[in-house]
């Protein structure tokens, strides 16, 4: 059994639709893939529905954007409940100030590159969360780079003067909301450190107080030691295990299946998940001593 639990659509910043994400997993032998764009659910109905006709088992999944002081978290989240409103209300604050970054960093380069804002959104589909790879996409149309990595390498890092941050919750405020929400939250490729800064374990032993249940351990962005220290970090925090392939389409190296999670991480996972209350309710009758 092969279970992919970390995938981007159109619906953000991947380059297949989510039943097309769906597809190439049936193509990559996947028995499980889970659909989770930043920021958005709006692609679960159209994967559920693939995966029903392909007979793929389709996990409804998200990636949270996240700061914690300044620095960038992604947060995993499945099965919660896409209408609770608190949740929604946060996503939909993301999804705002990303459009605004985005809208901020192409008038910044605009004078230099000629890009201009209509170009970026000729690569965003419909009400798509809006990341740096489709500005990435657009540099690429107007032969100002190669490809996203050139892009990533140059205009759009972290380090570029044209770079503007977004607004994002912290995590511990996206765990309690993931979870009163019934959803399951799995930290994110925690020690991917060519990205920028990460987290430390104290920060991650707060995210467990917080409610987080997992960490993404097999993830291309980490080498072997990064690995075998996360590994470490779950046994003594009691977190569960996964891996996966950040797939993105064309849009990044990232091939599904290239990392995978043991079907008894993903039985366990799904356990945790539904309402607060009836978690907090099965936490007491497994856990705590009456009268004690
Ligand atoms: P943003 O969310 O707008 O800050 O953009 C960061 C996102 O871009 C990451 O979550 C990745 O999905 C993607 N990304 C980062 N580096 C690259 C790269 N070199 N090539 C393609 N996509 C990338
Ligand atoms: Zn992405
Ligand atoms: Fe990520
Ligand atoms: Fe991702």
Known sequence: MRIDLHTHSTASDGTEPPSGVVESAARAGLDVVALTDHDTTSGWAEALRAGERLGVRVVPGMEVSCLAHGVSVHLLSYWHDPAQAALEGMLDASRTSRRTRARTMVERMTADTGLRWEDVLAHVHG????????????????????????????????????????????????????????????????????????????????????????????????????????????????????????????????????????????QELRSRSGGAVRAESADRAAGEVPGS
């Open 127 to 266: 009400q798509a969360t809006i990341g740096r790879p489709h500005i990435a996409d657009a540099l690429v149309a107007a032969g100002v780079v190669a490809d996203r990595d050139e892009a990533f390498a140059t205009l759009l890092s972290g380090r570029s003067p044209y770079f503007v941050p977004h607004t994002a919750p912290d995590p511990l405020e996206a765990i309690t909301l993931v979870r009163a929400a019934g959803g399951v939250p799995v930290l994110a490729h925690p020690a991917a450190s060519k990205r920028g800064s990460c987290v430390g374990d104290a920060e991650v032993e707060e995210m467990v107080a917080a409610g987080l249940v997992g960490l993404e351990v097999d993830h291309r962005d980490h080498s072997d030691a990064e690995r075998r220290h996360l590994r470490a970090l779950a046994r003594s925090l009691g977190l569960l295990v996964t891996g996966s392939s950040d797939y993105h389409g064309t849009g990044k190296r990232n091939l599904l299946g290239e990392n995978t999670t043991d079907p008894d991480v993903l």
